[in-house]
């Protein structure tokens, strides 16, 4: 099993539709970072959350980390086709210099 | 903005082929890793360096090396490619800390 846990692991959302992905662990999150892959292409930084109860957002993409530092939701609004992709939670879980990954979330925007 | 540049987006090699990829970072960062991706596997972590010409072997090293001669750059080497290492191979870097990673624009490897 992996330490960090994405769901759901793919999402088809018609365009214009809200969305949430969830980045979930046993262990504390000293830091939680959300990356986003266009298929075929390296991954691209998109926001990173220490705090607990840490909101950030970037335009329409909006991140979370809970009170207990153990949780992170990712929150789309108004889905576009430019979103489809794949988003991936990485973490500092207190393995050193080392980040974990979860294993990656598929989204599909329906135009 | 730090960069990490990956020298092949595309690379076709026939089995028992000695194949190098080549990762360099210009933001002296201490720490480089290699992952490949598979669809189901998320990120595997191949090896990691933390400093110069030290390497450290990550959960999947079996069939690949590394070369970490300077600072700026990380080198994966398959010593003889076999078509299980068909496979999309990302370079990250990052100086450490509560900094994450920058990685790549990622290397699609295939060999037939």
């Known amino acids: 099993s992996q330490e960090l846990e994405q769901s759901p692991q793919s999402l088809i959302v018609q365009e214009g539709k809200n969305l949430t992905i969830n980045c979930t662990s046993s262990?504390?999150?000293?830091?939680l970072y959300w990356y986003k892959q266009k298929y075929g292409e390296g991954l691209i930084f998109l926001m990173m959350?220490?705090?607990?109860?840490e909101e950030k957002s970037h335009e329409k993409i909006t991140a979370k980390l809970d009170e207990k530092k153990q949780q992170s939701s990712l929150h789309i609004t108004a889905s576009q086709p430019s979103h489809a992709g794949i988003y991936l939670c990485?973490?500092?879980?207190?393995?050193?210099?080392?980040?974990?990954f979860g294993g990656g979330t598929r989204l599909m925007v329906k135009p | 903005d730090v960069k990490v540049t990956q020298s092949s987006r595309y690379l076709v090699k026939r089995t028992g082929e000695k194949v190098f990829l080549e990762c360099v970072q210009d933001?002296?960062?201490?720490?480089m890793f290699w992952y490949r991706q598979d669809p189901g596997l998320g990120l595997r972590l191949i090896y990691f360096?933390?400093?110069?010409?030290?390497?450290e072997k990550g959960d999947i090293p079996e069939g690949y090396s590394v070369s970490r001669e300077k600072k700026e750059r990380f080198s994966l080497i398959l010593e003889s490619a076999s078509t299980n290492q068909t496979s999309m191979y990302l370079c990250?870097?990052?100086?450490?800390?509560?900094?994450?990673?920058?990685f790549g624009s990622g290397t699609r490897l295939t060999v037939v």
């Open positions: 990250a870097s990052s100086p450490g800390g509560n900094y994450g990673y920058t």
């Open positions: 262990k504390t999150l000293y830091g």
């Open positions: 959350l220490q705090k607990g109860g």
């Open positions: 990485g973490a500092d879980i207190g393995a050193g210099n080392m980040l974990t």
């Open positions: 933001m002296d960062h201490e720490n």
């Open positions: 360096s933390y400093d110069v010409k030290m390497k």
